[in-house]
């Protein structure tokens, strides 16, 4: 029997999270394996640290960190898997919306060999189109500009080994995109489709800005073909500004423009190439952000409370 640990982060999920709690109960003891339920409240500010609590009191196998704020998902599950313990770890979120039957399915095929068993997306119920569209996209323009093969319609739901939870523990990375950093750390990996169920209660904790945040990081962290496209740019632009101050001089030489006209429309030129400079600066700024948290180096988590662990 080996000893699996299940990682749920937590943020303002008070309606779901002793539903959520009696059915991966449910499941993981139908397995018959040996299992810890490790939840992270990520700074929650409704009643979910209080009911999490509970849930360790009645239940010996559930386990709560807390963190001092809200620092974010994928902080949340890094925090889990540095503090689990089992011969296999699986990160699943809290609103079940991907199903808790698909991880002894999961645990079969770490039987079988596999360090990363990985959940993929085939249907995604009750999402809204908006969500649909720009998670497609976003994650087919990541795969065109990465050279790491992340598989697409993945999210975090997912399996690991105790070899590749150490791994990803040791990598020192603030602006952690999990799904990347296991993808890059390789090993034999193996996906499992599922559909995605609609979230019975309460509304999605992942706003617009957590949303761009992640999506950013991502792209941040494995491709700097936005830093190439800079250079593509300058080249372009500077051969088309060429093309445009012969032309604007030609017409002006052969009297079809006045010098007024000519001014005008380099004016023109002139504010979009600003507009495509300052397009390039925050470009830049978001890897140089990123560059300063690393060099910073403070904790990407602060734990405030740890209930139901040994030491
Ligand atoms: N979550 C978190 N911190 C956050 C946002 C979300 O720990 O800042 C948790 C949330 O409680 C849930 C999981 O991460 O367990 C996924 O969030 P959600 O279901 O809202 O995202 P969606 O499924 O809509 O992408
Ligand atoms: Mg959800």
Redesign the pocket.
């Known amino acids: 029997m080996s000893l699996i640990s299940i990682v ?6 008070e309606g779901l999270i002793e539903w959520s709690h009696d059915r991966l109960k449910e499941t993981m003891d139908k397995t018959g394996e040996d299992y810890e339920l490790i939840f ?1 409240n ?1 700074g929650s500010r409704d009643n979910s640290p209080e009911l999490l609590r509970g849930i360790c009191a009645r239940d010996p196998r559930s386990k709560l960190i807390s963190f001092s704020r ?4 994928q902080c ?1 599950i890094s925090a889990g898997m540095a503090e689990s313990r089992g011969d296999a770890v699986v990160v699943i ?3 079940l ?1 991907d199903p808790p039957e698909v991880i002894p399915v999961m645990i079969e095929k770490w039987r079988e060999g596999y360090d990363v068993v990985y959940g993929k997306r085939g249907k995604r119920k009750g ?1 809204t189109a908006f ?1 649909l569209l720009t998670a497609k996209v976003f994650y087919r323009v990541l795969d065109s500009l990465t050279t790491v093969d992340i598989p697409v319609d993945t ?1 975090d739901f997912r399996l690991l080994s105790r070899q590749v939870c150490d791994v990803m523990n040791s990598l020192p990375e603030h602006n952690r995109y999990i799904r990347g950093l296991v993808s890059w750390v390789g090993f034999r990996q193996a996906a499992v489709e599922y559909v995605r169920e609609e ?1 019975t209660v309460g ?4 706003t617009l800005k ?1 949303m761009l945040r992640l999506a950013g990081d991502g792209i941040a962290s494995f491709s700097y073909k936005p830093l190439a496209f800079a250079t593509g740019l300058g080249i372009f632009t500077l051969f088309m500004s060429c093309v445009y101050l012969l032309v604007t001089l030609m017409l002006h030489l052969t009297g079809v423009w006045t010098a007024v006209n000519a001014l005008y429309y380099i004016g023109g030129f002139v504010l979009a190439a600003l507009g495509l400079v300052m397009l390039m600066l925050g470009i830049i700024g978001q890897y140089l952000s990123r560059v300063l948290d690393e060099a910073r180096g403070r904790p990407y988590y602060i734990v405030a409370e740890r209930v139901g662990f040994d030491d």
């Open positions: 749920v982060p937590v943020f303002n999920e992270v990520d809200n620092f974010g998902h949340a979120d809290a609103d919306q999402e969500k999210g979230r509304e999605t904790k992942y957590k």
